[in-house]
């Protein structure tokens, strides 16, 4: 947020949420503001309770404390003034900086460090000059619907919803909203990616905003919410994860949080209402596409335990480690892997596809104005119930936006078919025993493994020409055993155990539950038996 406008928004957004508060307690089985206040002390006092000593955390309580105290014996105006207090706070600790001096510096900065922890460069050959560097378009290819965003966002404005698998993404984000000369983004980033000092400075100077996923009381997520929307409202492109967290299990997320998502129909609404030139907000699904994920192995290690469900916000993961985080891109980029980062095709925010022109179209392709959708006596309404149906139809196209446009690796491929094969000749396991077993067997014939890539491979590439996903080029001109072998050597490069190793003419799951993540990819396109059943046809 740019200093100029933070004031503004400040009070704009606290203006907003009290006023709805104060609405919704004076309508019949509204909540007293008094009540919510009371809901969201006890909320805080809960969240303190399990947060590790420091100054911030003693700061909170001495503030909620003094809330209490005077929650205890406030008049009703009172109640309203501590309201707009607790309000302001959250606004406060949300509110990120854009400082476009420091954004013009990074941006020539970045590239080069991106480019140097992406390709592991050496200090030597960071003194060799421009012809001895690399480029980061090297690393990170960017494809798909390019002219299209660069022409919604001189339109209207725009909002990513790209899949999230790791911290990383962020930052590659960033780069590729820069490399295509688009304006800066404003994102929201967990609070604990900000316990890094020099993270946690790049990003609040650079327009991230926080968001403390261990505040879930509604008065905080009131405050998020109206903060995006005013944002938005004034024009500034945002980037949300509609995944919510990291995908734990690897999965192309179909079941996405659409609470920030929704502000993109309720600033347009309130765009109409202001009789806005370009009201318009569009919404860019994207797809972050890795060989190797950088926190694989705790993220899926979370997923499959049971107390994983609670644990929310990891803290301790690979990207806490920096050794972890430079081994990672030094080991996988040596191998001339590229992340692929592909813009899907755009959305308004009722779910309608839109046109490189900015027009919404209908399933016949026919151009229709969406504003129709939110008029009511011939004004623009806000309708709660009617607009989370909209909201809920805009993930559904999301979701199914993902899945087109997920782009597999021989990472993938090879995780899946050997876990398939381990599935099929160990019938009687469930999966956790197979996980915690490896099965019957320690190994699969190479011989059969290069059978089932090769019709793998040929399945999807017909899924790929019917439009339901997407393979690296590579993949479909590669014969099986090169894929295999690919395969094999991403996955000795940066795990701390192999996830496959190829011994002799056999090849050995040396870790159940990276298999597990890496083949969770292509889960949701129904895969399974189709593989089983060419298999079968081929014995």
Known sequence: MRKNDAQRVSVEVTSRVLAQNVQ?????????????????????????????????????????????????????EQVKDLARRVIERYVFEIMGEFDETFYRLTTKILPMGLVALLNGVSPRRLLGGAKAFPRVEDSIRVEGEITTIKNLANRGTVILVPTHLSHTDSVLVGWALYHLGLPPFLYGAGLN????????????????????????NLLYKQVLKTYATVALELGYHNLFFPGGTRSRSGEVERHLKLGLVSTGLLAYIRNLQAGKTNPNIYIVPATINYPLVLE??????????????????????????????????????????????????????????????????????????????????????????????????????????????NTLFATHVLAFVVFRLLRTDNPSLDLYRLLRTGGSADSLELNRVYDAVEMFVALLAQKEDANQLRLTPNLRRQPADEVVAEALKYFGTYHLHHVLERRGDRIFPTDMNLLYYYQNRLSGYGLEQQLDLAVRSAA
């Open 193 to 216: 990616l900000f316990a890094n000092p020099v993270m946690g400075f790049f990003m609040s100077n650079l327009g991230a905003y926080k968001v403390d996923r261990k505040k879930n």
């Open 296 to 405: 694989a192995e705790t993220l899926i290690d979370d997923h499959l335990k049971e107390e994983g469900k609670a644990r929310y916000i990891i803290t301790d993961d690979e990207f806490s480690q920096p050794e972890r985080v430079w081994t990672f891109f030094r080991n996988t980029m040596q191998l001339e892997a590229r992340i692929h980062l592909r813009v899907c095709e755009p959305f308004d925010v009722f779910g309608n596809p839109v046109d490189s022109d900015g027009n919404s179209r209908d399933w016949r392709g026919r151009i229709i104005d969406p504003s129709r959708y939110v008029m009511k006596n011939d004004r623009p309404q806000v309708s709660a119930q009617r607009d989370e149906q909209f909201t809920r139809e805009l993930g559904v196209q999301i979701a199914a936006s993902y899945m087109r446009n």
């Open 24 to 76: 919704m307690a004076r309508q019949s089985g509204g909540m007293p503001l008094e009540n919510l206040l009371n809901d969201t002390l006890y909320n805080e006092r809960k969240r303190l309770e399990r947060e590790p000593s420091s100054s911030v955390r003693d700061h909170d309580i001495a503030f909620w404390n003094e809330v209490s105290k005077t929650l205890g014996r406030a008049s009703e």
